[in-house]
C-alpha cells in the first residue's frame, strides 16, 4: 500500500540551529501538506503546496519557516533558526486528485534543546 | 470560525462494550469531514471520509455517521487492540487547497 515516508523520525537540534525534515509524499498525488503536533495538543495546519508553489499557510508559518519541493519525490520543511517552542511532531501529508483520503506520514520529533 | 469539538476526552471501556464518540463542527461550509486512528508517537491513520449528512461508513468494528452538525464514530465489541486515539477533522469551505482542521481527539482504552 502506498504510503508517505518522512525521515528523521527524531532530531534533536540546538536553539538557533537549522533543521530540515524530509517527506516522500505518494507518487501520484498532487497536494501536500506540514502540520504540526505539540505535545498533548491537536494537529495544526502549517502549510499547502500545490503545483509547486505555497497555496495557503496558518499564522505558525512564519519567515522562519520554508518549504520546497526540489524534484519529483521530496518534499522538505526548513526551520532556519529553530526556538523551544517549534519542539513537536511535525507531519507531512499528500492528498490525491480525487481528493477523498489524505493520508499522513509517521512524523518527524523535533527536540529544541 | 471553524471549529471542531470532540468528546469525551477520554474513554475507558470493557472489551465488548460497545460505545459511540462524538465529533461537533461548527464550519462555514463542510467539504468533508475525516475520522483518523492516531496510535502514540505515530502519525494519524486514515479510516473515513465522510460528505453529506445521511451519509455512513464501516471498516471492521468501526462505523461512521454524518449530520448536519455532528459525527459520531460508532466502535462495536471493541477489542483491546482497538486502544488509540481517534481523531476528527473537517475540511472546510473557507481558503483554499483542503487544509483540515482537527479536534483535540478522544482517547479509547479497551479493557480486556
Known amino acids: 500500500e502506498p504510503e508517505v515516508t518522512q525521515t528523521p523520525s527524531h532530531q534533536v537540534t540546538q536553539m538557533g540551529q537549522e533543521v530540515i525534515l524530509r517527506c516522500v509524499p505518494i507518487s501520484n498525488h498532487l497536494y501536500f501538506y506540514w502540520y504540526r503536533q505539540i505535545l498533548g495538543q491537536k494537529v495544526e495546519f502549517l502549510v499547502s503546496?500545490?503545483?509547486?508553489?505555497?497555496?495557503?499557510k496558518s499564522e505558525i508559518f512564519d519567515d522562519q519557516f520554508s518549504v520546497e519541493r526540489p524534484d519529483g519525490s521530496n518534499f522538505t520543511l526548513k526551520i532556519r533558526s529553530t526556538k523551544l517552542e517549534d519542539s513537536a511532531m511535525y507531519f507531512c501529508a499528500s492528498i490525491g486528485q480525487t481528493l477523498t483520503e489524505a493520508f499522513f506520514g509517521q512524523g518527524t520529533r523535533l527536540t529544541v534543546v | 470560525e471553524d471549529q471542531v469539538t470532540q468528546s469525551p476526552e477520554a474513554l475507558r471501556l470493557q472489551e465488548g462494550e460497545s460505545s459511540s464518540l462524538n465529533c461537533s463542527y461548527t464550519v462555514s461550509g463542510l467539504r468533508g469531514l475525516f475520522w483518523y486512528r492516531q496510535d502514540p508517537g505515530k502519525g494519524p491513520e486514515f479510516l473515513f471520509t465522510l460528505y453529506s449528512a445521511g451519509e455512513e461508513k464501516e471498516k471492521e468494528r468501526l462505523k461512521a455517521t454524518l449530520t448536519k452538525k455532528e459525527s459520531f464514530l460508532h466502535i462495536t465489541a471493541p477489542k483491546p487492540e482497538d486502544s488509540a486515539t481517534y481523531l476528527c477533522?473537517?475540511?472546510?469551505?473557507?481558503?483554499?487547497?483542503?487544509?483540515?482542521?482537527f479536534g483535540a481527539g478522544t482517547r479509547l482504552a479497551v479493557h480486556p
Open positions: 503546496f500545490y503545483n509547486n508553489e505555497i497555496s495557503e
Open positions: 477533522a473537517v475540511r472546510p469551505f473557507s481558503g483554499g487547497y483542503n487544509k483540515l482542521i
